[in-house]
């Protein structure tokens, strides 16, 4: 579905004008897509990050908040941040208590070097128009010993699944996700954006480059997701 993919000088256009369009309906086509699964990939990664009330967590491509809420369960130190100002709205009407919602690039957020000691994010990289630049906005951001934690989609490495996995992420998703949201476009344009993700083996390069290290990877629902944590250097 190459046909949906915008053109590199239109992505971050085009992208955020997708987001605000489909904000109302977005939780819920999630959880109908993963059966509720999302969530649970989500708290998983957060206690993995061993998360505490010292930690001040950057909830990064926020969306409507739902990294922040879990984060919000181990720490009163978080902000979430999203360029999609419908998405935002809809995480400011969670009222999720002592949560700094702010609406920003991911390629300039607005913090202090150093200013925050855990990133976490749920299938956004493939939205950015550069992942090494938002890396090395993260880098920057994350001081040394901190963590970040990555939640995106992948490939199944074994063929049946992987065969599996196309036809639902191709076919079954757009139909859902168009049927929910009447978005038709928008859920072509998600499945198809998996051909902004780099190879595993570069991804996890990508991550090191930017000054992290221990990077280690996780696979969800046969291959389909992916968690990566890493600790800034």
């Not at 190879?199 to 480059?209: D, K, S, V, Y």
């Not at 046969?222 to 944590?229: E, H, K």
Request: proline fraction near 6%; aromatic fraction near 6%.
């Amino acid at each position: 579905m190459p046909d949906v993919l915008p053109p590199p000088e239109e992505k971050a256009r085009t992208v955020r004008q997708m987001f605000d369009r489909i904000a109302p309906g977005y939780d819920r086509v999630n959880r109908v897509m993963t059966g509720r699964r999302d969530q649970a990939w989500r708290r998983e990664l957060v206690r993995r990050l061993r998360v505490s009330d010292a930690d001040r967590v950057l909830d990064l491509a926020c969306g409507t908040g739902d990294f922040a809420e879990i984060a919000r369960e181990f720490t009163p130190h978080v902000v979430g941040l999203d360029f999609a100002r419908v998405m935002l709205q809809g995480a400011r009407r969670r009222k999720i208590e002592g949560v700094e919602w702010v609406q920003a690039d991911a390629l300039r957020l607005p913090l202090r070097d150093g200013s925050m000691t855990v990133a976490v994010s749920g299938f956004a990289l493939r939205n950015f128009t550069s992942i090494p630049a938002v890396l090395a906005e993260l880098a920057r951001v994350i001081r040394p010993g901190g963590r970040i934690g990555l939640l995106e989609v992948d490939r199944p490495r074994n063929p049946i699944f992987r065969a599996g996995h196309t036809v639902y992420f191709n076919r079954v998703v757009p139909l859902i996700g168009g049927a929910l949201s009447s978005e038709r476009q928008a859920y072509r344009y998600l499945p198809a954006s998996a051909a902004y993700m780099p190879a595993e083996a570069e991804l996890l390069g990508m991550i090191r480059e930017a000054g992290f290290e221990r990077v280690r990877k996780q696979s969800h629902m046969l291959g389909a997701a992916q968690a990566i944590t890493a600790v800034r250097a």
